[in-house]
């Protein structure tokens, strides 16, 4: 039940104080100058007690967002290493925009006007921010939002979900043709980086992630059968890769001069840590004369050219470490060739 207490200072001013007791809750009080506001705010906290929607409504106003990311950083965060860091920076430019507002008023209308500023805002590389990009960061922040959501009760719903994410593009499709793959390998064997060679070879005949090539172990390796087995990869899944021809060739012969002091197939000199090839690269492509490609297109060449060799949809999935078709339909028009020829041969099997 409600009571209200009528106060009157030294100085002659009226207020009025508020409590309201609940079996099983802890009392509320306010404080205000109009008796019809007391009133007021005693029916609706008396009602959302018995709802169960007050004290969520408080934790929103006792909380800011630079809380909620402070405590996400420190207590969720480091379940998620492999995108850590990366959420980890997304989340501090959320914690600069909007950090001192209270979780109360951190609304669809407020974040919708940083989706639109990080649209406008450029990189580090000073290239306009890609709509990808700006999806990853609301993803961010959602599940920062989700988890105060149902586990620490400081928000009743989470504003993020009510948000416009901006249209991604259908996925970028750059891989090598035949003269700049000649270009490509020969200045690669010319490079100051013993490894890079047998890396972009890895990569173009697997189609495996730069990551998962620099992080490779010798245990992993399995040269009599073919083939290794990432441990590591994007969707926490173990995948087996099949190693054969040249990508064969080259760790095989990798393997005969393989440094005693690592367990990495591509040590850096302390042999701790993977090699650092991202200036050898850049020479490469340089000295190559290859426009417009970057490393991580290697993955889509090597889907490319299994498209235009005949491989299904879900075959390169299976080869890339997809778990949906969703991310290969774009290597779809690759293969039309190949699709042609499975109409013709249902259509001649029934109506010929």
């Known amino acids: 039940m409600a009571s209200i207490d009528k106060r009157i200072s030294d100085s002659g001013e009226i207020s009025y104080k508020v ?17 019809t506001d007391a009133k007021r705010w005693a029916q609706q906290t008396e009602a959302a007690i018995r709802e169960g929607r007050h004290f969520k409504t408080s934790e929103a ?12 950083t420190r207590d969720v965060l480091p379940t998620k290493p492999k995108s850590q860091k990366k959420q980890e920076s997304q989340l501090e430019w959320w914690k600069d925009k909007l950090g ?8 669809p209308a407020l974040i919708s006007e940083c989706r639109d500023e990080l649209l406008k805002g450029t990189t580090y590389r000073g290239t306009v921010r890609s709509s990808a990009t700006v999806v990853r960061y609301l993803a961010a922040l959602s599940h920062a939002m989700g988890v105060a959501v149902k586990e620490w009760q400081w928000i009743e719903q989470n504003p993020v979900s009510n948000v416009r994410k901006p249209s991604e593009s259908r996925g970028r499709v750059r891989f090598l043709d035949k003269e ?38 010798w245990k992993d390796i399995d040269l009599k059968r073919n083939r290794l087995v990432l441990h590591e990869t994007k969707n926490n899944e173990r995948r087996a890769v099949p190693i054969v021809g040249l990508a064969h060739d080259v760790l095989t012969e990798l393997s005969k001069v393989r440094r005693i002091d690592s367990t990495l197939v591509f040590p850096s000199r302390d042999a701790s840590r993977p090699v650092d090839i991202r200036k050898p690269w850049e020479s490469v492509i340089v000295a190559a004369k290859i426009e417009d490609f970057r490393f991580h297109d290697l993955r889509h060449t090597a889907a490319s050219y ?8 879900a075959e390169i999935a299976e080869v890339l470490g997809h778990k949906t078709l969703q991310m290969v339909k774009r290597y779809a028009h690759l293969s039309e060739a190949h699709t042609s020829s499975v109409v013709e041969r249902m259509n001649r099997s029934i109506f010929s």
């Open 19 to 35: 409590r309201v007791r609940l079996k099983g809750y802890p009392t509320q009080t306010a404080t205000f100058k109009r008796l």
């Open 100 to 107: 001192a507002y209270t979780l109360a008023d951190v609304t």
């Open 306 to 313: 299994l498209a235009m060799n005949g491989a299904t949809l």
């Open 180 to 217: 700049e793959r000649a270009r490509l390998l020969e200045e690669c064997n010319k490079s100051s980086s013993s490894y890079l060679y047998p890396i972009v070879v890895l990569a173009i005949s697997t189609g495996m992630r730069q990551g998962e090539i620099l992080n490779l172990r």
């Open 61 to 72: 106003k006792k909380h800011t967002l630079g809380d909620l990311i402070d405590r996400y």
